[in-house]
């Protein structure tokens, strides 16, 4: 008897942690033609459930990160790298960067603009594209973590193009190792705009949140290579400050897609 049930909990602890490599591995990727050879690259992310925000402990916190149970019911996809300057010249036709070059990421485009790009996309594609929700990209960042960042509870400028690094710029995507999803500067190099208006989270777990209705600013995560302190590259810090019109060479973005 004391052999069964230790074998029945071995198994149960051998498929759990099954599930969890599982849940950790990068994703399958799509890559779709924008022509002249460009290629945008889509990752798929399962559903799953996650705590979003940060434990009071956490090095750098702040108080807008409550931390909740948040739960994704639908798999969906998320860039494998911000979207480049190429990839925005190839379907907008022209170039609205400060720092130009054609692997690095797009910036000084509002959170407006994103939408026409998004628009145009998507008339010439099977449609689905939208930028990621909050919640999605915190989940997409954490890769199955709950530490600080994806890469434990510290990052250096090994791993990441921020404040720290000195570099004064963005950088190329796909310049720094991945996380677990197998995505591309998710901390550092350039805030990524959101979907959501900002707000201070609402109390409980949720599923699905996509953000109060309306608002005065847009969301923005990630931090960048231009933004203060190592704290701001944070998986649940939320820049909080940006008006859905505003411009700057230290933001850009990257795509979701509904699945």
């Known amino acids: 008897m004391i052999k069964k049930i230790f074998l029945m909990a071995f198994m149960v602890s051998f498929v759990a942690s099954i599930l969890m490599a599982q849940e950790v591995k990068p994703g399958k990727v799509e890559a779709i033609d924008l022509g ?3 290629k945008l690259e889509m990752v798929f992310i399962p559903a799953g459930k996650f705590k ?12 807008n990160e409550t931390q909740h149970d948040v739960t994704l019911t639908k798999s969906f996809s998320i860039g494998k790298y911000e979207v480049t300057q190429e990839q925005w010249e190839a379907l907008m036709g022209n170039n ?7 692997k690095l990421p797009v910036t000084n485009v509002s ?3 994103c939408q026409e790009f998004i628009k145009v996309l998507n008339s010439k594609t099977k449609g689905g594209y939208r930028l990621p929700t909050e919640s999605e990209w915190e989940y997409a960042c954490r890769a199955g973590t ?9 990052i250096t400028s090994k791993d990441a193009n921020y404040d720290e690094s000195k570099i004064d710029k ?6 720094y190792q991945p996380n677990a999803f197998g995505l591309h500067d998710m901390h550092g190099n350039v805030w990524e705009w959101c979907s959501d208006w900002y707000a201070n989270y609402p109390d409980g777990p949720l599923a699905d949140p996509v953000g ?22 944070r998986s649940s810090y939320r820049g909080d400050f940006v008006l859905p019109s505003s411009r700057t060479i230290g933001i850009g973005f990257r795509l979701a897609k509904t699945n």
């Open 212 to 233: 109060p209705k309306e608002g005065a600013r847009r969301v923005v995560r990630g931090g960048s290579f231009n933004y203060f302190h190592v704290s701001n590259i």
């Open 146 to 154: 709950n530490t600080a960042t994806a890469f434990g509870e510290t």
């Open 111 to 113: 959170w407006v603009e």
């Open 96 to 102: 609205p960067s400060v720092n130009v070059g054609p």
């Open 170 to 175: 963005p950088v190329s995507v796909g310049g």
């Open 52 to 63: 979003m925000g940060s434990p009071e402990t956490e090095k750098g916190r702040q108080k």
């Open 36 to 38: 002249k050879g460009i």
